[in-house]
């Protein structure tokens, strides 16, 4: 996978998670899926340690980004108070 793939896949899954809610799941749903929702963070959890580790292994370091920049249009209304 080339680097500009992988940023893509990594920015996907990052995608995907914001979707997810899990409070509106209500309890018995919530019980229902615990196992499996247990499972699959914490194999997010181990693979995207995995990553940054091998970042810093080659000793970069991981930081948290600065405001994002807005990369496409924009629309701005501003209401001016008379």
């Known amino acids: 996978m080339s680097s500009n793939e992988a940023i893509q896949a990594l920015r996907a899954a990052g995608n995907a998670l914001g979707d997810i809610d899990v409070s509106g799941w209500d309890d018995t749903a919530l019980t229902g899926q615990l196992t499996d929702l247990s499972a699959a963070l914490c194999e997010l959890d181990s693979q995207l ?5 091998a970042v810093r292994a080659r ?3 991981i930081e948290e980004p600065g405001p994002t920049l807005i990369t496409g249009p924009l629309s701005i209304t501003v209401a001016v108070a008379a």
């Open 49 to 53: 340690s995995r990553v940054a580790d």
């Open 59 to 61: 000793g970069f370091r």
